[in-house]
């Protein structure tokens, strides 16, 4: 079955400590996003990556890191998570060929005390 | 002023209502148009895809852009009640994977 998987699904954490909220798609798609979403702001494109080692800033980078070392995985890293990090989180991710056709995943719910 | 905007809702209607859902954008140079939908505590999912000024169908949905205005549409014919959930435009420029998304019209269809 084509999906896009993220781990942890819900997620509780104090200011500062490192996290990671890993993301994997098998259909062999070449892009993957990060998005945020908020209630009255939508979704919101953090980070996206084009392919392996090619990564680029969306709307709201600051505070997030990701890495694309292979074609699977997309991790978002939280390097000093604050409270206004507090969001649900979705992964994505799209062939070369229809870029717009975007395929999310469960989301993770984080709370960042 | 936001690139895409959305009423948020909700809406609430009967079952077998058509049900009509908008967006406006402000930069013509958007080129893809999508509708999303979203059920509750899941990820969004695409309903439809478009890049032309027109109508396309897809079964009971019908997505309508029209360029000139900056505006389009998502009709829902025959509404159910598992149609309910939040629908999300979005609309992109056909640079790699941006996409601006609207904030979402929450519908209700009762029974």
């Known amino acids: 079955e084509a999906q896009v998987t993220q781990n942890p699904r819900y997620l509780i954490t104090v200011t500062g400590k490192k996290l990671t909220v890993t993301c994997s798609q098998n259909m062999n798609h070449e892009y993957m996003s990060w998005y945020r979403q908020d209630p009255g702001l939508g979704l919101r494109q953090i980070y996206y990556s084009m392919n392996v080692e090619v990564t680029d800033k969306g709307d709201v980078p600051e505070g997030y890191k990701v890495s694309r070392k292979e074609k699977r995985n997309f991790p978002l890293i939280l390097e000093s998570p604050s409270p206004n990090q507090t969001s649900l989180y979705f992964c994505a991710s799209s062939s070369r060929a229809v870029q717009e056709t975007q395929y999310f995943g469960p989301g993770t719910r984080l709370l960042v005390l | 002023q936001k690139e895409v905007e959305q009423d948020p809702g909700p809406l609430s209607v009967p079952e077998g209502a058509i049900v009509s859902l908008n967006c406006t954008y402000s930069n013509s140079a958007f080129q893809y148009f999508m509708w999303y939908r979203q059920y509750s505590r899941k990820g969004p999912e695409l309903l439809m895809y478009?890049?032309?000024?027109g109508n396309k169908e897809d079964g009971r949905f019908t997505a309508q852009v029209d360029k000139s205005s900056k505006y389009i549409s998502l009709f829902i014919r025959d509404s159910q009640p598992s149609d309910s959930a939040t629908y999300l435009c979005?609309?992109?420029?056909?640079?790699?994977?941006?996409?601006?998304f609207g904030t979402g019209t929450r519908l209700q269809v009762t029974l």
């Open positions: 478009t890049y032309s000024s």
């Open positions: 979005a609309i992109g420029t056909g640079t790699a994977s941006k996409l601006t």
